[in-house]
């Protein structure tokens, strides 16, 4: 946990009772952000009910058209992309700095796209929207950047492994229902899922796009240039949903311009900050999601040399995505607006 000094600041979150919502509320008190008032929104379906924070309950409120942002100061969105298009610029027009955690603005040049471990002077040229990245982008670039500056990359090749929380709530529900169907020998419903996910694997993982890729591995390409400036870095993804309720896991392999160690790189990670070195395959000790989940750290472990590039390394990296890939992130990101001086 990280204390937190500051001018205390209002606080909005937009998609509150959501996954990251949720989430949102526990980091934002375990951190100690400097909270002077808080106002929680979420559709109609469900404002009306109370969420915990700190010592006390707050209502949810609609969000609707008389919904005004005046005086808030920072605003955390979580509701969707549609949503985040069309009220993320009303709340910025109305003087609050908007942490948006969906896909609406991340390729917008004009957005700065923030980790900030990685590129926290992005944040300098924000006009009142700041994107949060994509979860599984996220995990990946801190400990990439963390090699990259002592060696520049070449080349990323990623698959992931991602949790059915990355989906959302739904999602979960769907995984636990079908479980027990499947124990019980029972026919296993579904409609989050084009296919059953528990006891499977999916690649699909997003909307198929261009050359069959999905969005979800195209965003890994398109942000991590973005976060890392390194506009025609070659990134290639593979994303896969599995059965896991929280916590994304994901094999990288990283080429560098210059042989590498391992011992190197493990010193390097080891001194990042947000990176926990998990690493001693001998004793079966390597980063795993249920490790992961609840945690702050990305875990990374399984670090080995390839064995046909001596220019390159293999890595197994674990993080909770609805902390640092979500809500975690989006907090730190207010944390450095107030360090710099800009919130």
Known sequence: MDGHEGESVN???????????????????????????????????????TLPFRDRDLPVELLDEATSFKGIDVAFFSPGTDVSRAWAPRAAADGAIVIDNSFAFRLDPQVPLVVPEVNPHHLAGHKGIIANPNCSTI???????????????????VSTYQSVSGTGAAAVDELREQSRAALASQEMGGHVYRHPIAFNVLPEVDVFLEADYTQEEWKMVWETRKIMDLPDLPVTATCVRVPVYVAHSEMVYAEFERPCTVAEAREQLAAAPGVAVVDDPAHAVYPHALQAAGHDDILVGRLRRDLACENALVMWVVADNLRKGAALNAVQIAEELQRQGLL
């Open 139 to 157: 995990q990946m670039v801190v400990p990439l950047a963390a090699l990259h500056r002592h060696n520049p990359l070449r080349r990323v090749i």
């Open 11 to 49: 606080v909005a979150i937009v998609g509150a009772t959501g996954l990251v919502g949720h989430t949102l509320l526990q980091v934002l008190a375990e951190r100690q952000f400097p909270v002077r008032g808080l106002r929680l929104y979420a559709s109609e379906r469900s404002a009306g009910q």
